[in-house]
């Protein structure tokens, strides 16, 4: 039996609802509900015109309907009139293939026919800056290496013990709060979870943080390089497969702590990492992070190569205890549900074709790159990731040939308004459109 969200509303004293989805471009779109609605919206949707969304649909299509997930509702801890809840999209009786949430999950549901369960956390960063996006919002935050600067975290210990009560008192355990490797830029952590509950929380997480940040007359950005010489925002990802209370991904006998179906499910995603770069790093702006030269603090932090290590930061993937790896190359551009289920579908092909990654590198990536010239190189502008996209039969199979059509035709409508305006050079500032269009991804 479905929780009936009427009933929860006068439990709670919940006035209304958004009702949202997030679509291909990872814009959160909702429709406020008052609490009386509810009932009808749980049983037949909030409709949309899909057209007016980041969705490949037209003015003459039907209506589209977001019915909400009752299990993904969140009540705003700084307003508590408000619910939030996650919808799944359908037109015509159907479910909207290409929609993200949806296709996040199609691919749970194809795993857990193997009687498995991905469980999954994200790292988010992001900066908090001035109101038009020129610089960061704390003068006094000039080191060249600014990483966990005590100072500056407390200078914003406001607005980051609100966020992370806020975590607190729903219940997704957060562990810890710093100051990150660029100055003004910042990142919270909390516990890990099923797959489609961290992507509803990584969504609900960077409106609550934009919020908030607003609330202390701050702006927050997820976006991967607002400044060209400062490190970029990563999401990294830490990923386990579960049976259960079984992590399927542990073996203590192996040399890193996986076990051979952790580690075909590597292979999956080494094999598919440049395609998955157009989900993973989805803006012209994202290759800005990847690929870069260094930075103000020394390091980027971020991949250039396909590979996996040990306990390692210089490598796209890390394996920092057992059971466990790291996948550090997406960025806070990314699409919280393409990002699982990415994933997802990736590990999936490592496991039904038994994909080998290879041996692990234990070098400096970022110095001695140069003693390893047959490893694959990631994209170095979304061109070149949606080309691997397009030529992908993995993704196609996984998610549906129309469905990764759709997604191409749109990202390359959005390249063409930038090439209209502007061109892309790693070595110069990042552009007005880029800011424009992707500070407030």
């Known amino acids: 039996m479905p929780k009936n969200l009427s009933q929860i509303a006068r439990q709670k004293k919940i006035k209304y609802f958004l009702i949202s989805f997030v679509d291909l471009f990872g814009v959160l779109r909702s429709k406020l509900v008052p609490a009386q609605a509810i009932s009808e919206m749980q049983k037949n949707g909030a409709g949309f015109?899909?057209?007016?969304?980041?969705?490949?649909?037209?003015?003459?299509?039907?209506?589209?309907?977001?019915?909400?997930?009752?299990?993904?509702?969140?009540?705003?801890?700084?307003?508590?009139?408000?619910?939030?809840?996650?919808?799944?999209?359908?037109?015509?009786?159907?479910?909207?293939?290409?929609?993200?949430?949806?296709?996040?999950?199609?691919q749970i549901k194809k795993l857990s026919q193997k009687k498995l369960q991905m469980k999954s956390g994200v790292e988010c960063e992001y900066f908090l800056i001035s109101e038009d996006g020129s610089k960061i919002a704390d003068p006094r935050d000039i080191q060249s290496k600014p990483c966990y600067d005590q100072s500056a975290l407390m200078r914003r210990y406001d607005l980051i013990k609100e966020i992370c009560d806020?975590?607190?008192?729903?219940?997704?355990?957060?562990?810890?709060?710093?100051?990150?490797?660029?100055?003004?830029?910042?990142?919270?952590?909390?516990?890990?979870?099923?797959?489609?509950?961290?992507?509803?929380?990584?969504?609900?997480?960077?409106?609550m943080v934009k919020s908030l940040a607003e609330k202390h007359g701050l702006r927050a950005t997820f976006m991967p390089k607002p400044f060209h010489n400062l490190t970029g925002n990563g999401c990294h990802a830490h990923v386990s497969v579960w049976n259960g209370k079984n992590n399927k991904f542990l073996d203590k006998k192996d040399t890193l702590g996986l076990s051979k179906l952790a580690y075909n499910f590597l292979g999956g995603i080494m094999n598919n990492t440049q395609a998955l770069s157009a989900f993973f790093n989805p803006t012209i702006n994202s290759y800005r992070r990847i690929n870069a030269p260094p930075t103000k603090s020394g390091a980027t932090w971020s991949p250039s190569s396909i590979s996996y290590t040990g306990n390692n930061r210089t490598h796209m993937i890390r394996i920092p205890d057992q059971g466990r790896f790291e996948l550090r190359l997406m960025d806070g551009s990314a699409n919280p549900y393409l990002l699982q289920a990415g994933i997802i579908a990736a590990g999936l092909e490592g496991i039904n074709k038994k994909l080998?990654?290879?041996?692990?590198?234990?070098?400096?990536?970022?110095?001695?790159?140069?003693?390893?010239?047959?490893?694959?190189?990631?994209?170095?502008?979304?061109?070149?990731?949606?080309?691997?996209?397009?030529?992908?039969?993995?993704?196609?199979?996984?998610?549906?040939?129309?469905?990764?059509?759709?997604?191409?035709?749109?990202?390359?409508?959005?390249?063409?308004?930038?090439?209209?305006?502007?061109?892309?050079?790693?070595?110069?500032?990042?552009?007005?459109?880029?800011?424009?269009?992707?500070?407030?991804?």
């Open 356 to 441: 080998n990654p290879g041996k692990p590198l234990h070098c400096n990536m970022y110095k001695d790159y140069k003693k390893y010239p047959n490893l694959k190189k990631l994209p170095n502008d979304i061109n070149q990731a949606i080309s691997m996209l397009q030529k992908s039969k993995s993704l196609a199979n996984a998610f549906g040939k129309d469905v990764i059509g759709s997604y191409i035709k749109l990202k390359t409508s959005e390249i063409k308004d930038f090439r209209s305006k502007s061109t892309f050079n790693k070595k110069k500032p990042v552009t007005k459109w880029e800011k424009d269009n992707t500070l407030d991804c």
């Open 166 to 207: 806020s975590m607190i008192e729903l219940g997704w355990k957060p562990y810890q709060n710093d100051h990150e490797d660029a100055n003004g830029q910042f990142e919270m952590n909390w516990d890990y979870s099923d797959s489609l509950i961290t992507a509803d929380r990584h969504v609900f997480f960077k409106f």
């Open 49 to 106: 015109a899909g057209f007016a969304a980041w969705l490949d649909m037209t003015p003459a299509d039907s209506d589209m309907f977001g019915v909400p997930d009752p299990n993904s509702l969140i009540q705003l801890p700084w307003n508590k009139e408000i619910g939030w809840l996650a919808s799944d999209l359908y037109m015509d009786g159907n479910t909207v293939k290409a929609s993200p949430r949806v296709m996040l999950k199609e």
